[in-house]
């Protein structure tokens, strides 16, 4: 077995990410100065500019992956950290969150982790926790594969917890 599997983002998809903040602003630009309309035409160019950034921000060599190991998951997105246990999760399962597939993560009673923001995302969204679809691997294999280093390592380290 492994000792750690990093899945790094994908510049593919960054990339159609880029292009739809130009998209954002080309329109924004349309619509301020060919039809006047300064306040929805600078809200798209807002919006395109901020996607840009963070698009930027999340194609810089190592600012976005997920690096599963022994103890249990990280996830990276432009440099955010949010790191949790085997235990801390009861699975991992396919969503739909805004229209796009994602990896839904049910996380167990006992995880005390940002527990106000995991119930106000389920509230919003219906999912507790999700990864979104940002790595070179499809959502249906990051899936899989999630589920089986949790069920490879969480009962690996409840039998050396035991021992």
């Given at each position: 077995?492994?000792?750690e599997?990093?899945f790094?983002?994908?510049?593919?998809?960054?990339?159609?990410?880029?292009?739809?903040?130009?998209?954002?602003?080309?329109?924004?630009?349309?619509g301020?100065?060919?039809?006047?309309?300064?306040f929805?035409?600078?809200?798209?160019?807002?919006?395109?500019l901020?996607?840009?950034?963070?698009?930027?921000l999340m194609?810089?060599?190592?600012?976005t992956?997920?690096r599963?190991?022994k103890q249990?998951?990280?996830m990276?997105a432009?440099?955010?950290?949010?790191?949790?246990?085997?235990?801390?999760?009861?699975?991992?399962?396919?969503?739909?969150?805004h229209g796009?597939?994602?990896?839904?993560?049910?996380?167990?009673?006992?995880?005390?982790?940002?527990?106000?923001?995991?119930?106000?995302?389920?509230?919003?969204?219906?999912?507790?926790?999700?990864?979104?679809?940002?790595?070179?691997?499809t959502?249906?294999?990051?899936?899989?594969?999630?589920?089986h280093?949790?069920?490879?390592?969480?009962?690996?380290?409840?039998?050396?917890?035991?021992?």
């Open positions: 077995m492994q000792e599997l990093t790094y983002g994908s510049r593919e998809k960054f990339i159609w990410m880029l292009v739809m903040g130009l998209c954002f602003v080309t329109l924004g630009c349309a301020v100065f060919g039809m006047g309309d300064w929805m035409g600078g809200a798209a160019i807002v919006f395109g901020f996607g840009f950034v963070v698009t930027l194609m810089r060599p190592g600012s992956y997920l599963l190991d249990g998951f990280e990276v432009a440099r955010r950290r949010y790191r949790y246990s085997w235990f801390d999760v009861d699975g991992f399962y396919l969503c739909q969150l796009a597939e994602r990896v839904g993560i049910q996380f167990s009673p006992s995880c005390q982790s940002q527990r106000i923001g995991r119930a106000f995302a389920e509230g919003l969204t219906g999912a507790e926790g999700a990864i979104g679809n940002l790595y070179a691997a959502p249906k294999l990051l899936c899989a594969t999630l589920n280093w949790k069920m490879e390592h969480a009962e690996r380290n409840a039998q050396l917890a035991d021992a």
